[in-house]
C-alpha cells in the first residue's frame, strides 16, 4: 500500500509562496514511484474537492488547472519519492486544504481514480 505525507503548509499574505512536499512510501519490488502520477488536489470550506495539478509517472506530463497556471510548479524526485508544488504569487482564494494523491499510471482529473491519499495540509493566504 502507497502512503503519502504532506507537508509545507501554512499562512502566507498575498502575494508571498508556499513550497508543499509530498513524500510517498510503501513500494516494493514490484510497485516502483516511478509507476505512479501524483496529483495535487485541493479542497476550501464548502466546496468540492477540485484537481489543480498532476505529474505523470514516467513521461514527464504536467497538468494545471486554468486557477493556478503559471503560478505553480508540479515537479517530482525519483530518487527520494517526493512531489513538490511550488506556490507562487498566491492568493487569498488559494486557500485550502491541500492533499497529494497517487495512481499507477496516468494523471487523471478524477479523484476517484486515485487509491491512496495524503492526510491533507492547510495552506492559508491572508489579504
Known amino acids: 500500500e502507497v502512503q503519502l505525507v504532506e507537508s509545507g503548509g501554512g499562512l502566507v499574505q498575498a502575494g508571498g509562496s508556499l513550497r508543499l512536499s509530498c513524500a510517498a512510501s510503501g513500494f516494493t519490488f514490484n510497485r516502483y514511484f516511478i509507476d505512479f502520477a501524483i496529483a495535487w488536489f485541493r479542497q476550501a470550506p464548502g466546496k468540492e474537492r477540485e484537481d489543480i495539478s498532476c505529474i505523470g509517472s514516467s513521461d514527464g506530463y504536467t497538468y494545471y488547472a486554468d486557477s493556478v497556471r503559471g503560478r505553480f510548479t508540479i515537479s517530482r524526485d525519483n530518487a527520494r519519492n517526493t512531489v513538490t508544488l511550488q506556490m507562487n504569487s498566491l492568493k487569498p482564494e488559494d486557500t485550502a486544504v491541500y492533499y497529494c494523491?497517487?495512481?499507477?499510471?496516468?494523471?487523471?482529473?478524477?479523484?476517484?481514480?486515485?487509491?491512496?491519499w495524503g492526510q491533507g495540509t492547510q495552506v492559508t493566504v491572508s489579504s
Open positions: 494523491a497517487a495512481r499507477r499510471g496516468y494523471c487523471s482529473a478524477e479523484r476517484v481514480l486515485f487509491g491512496s
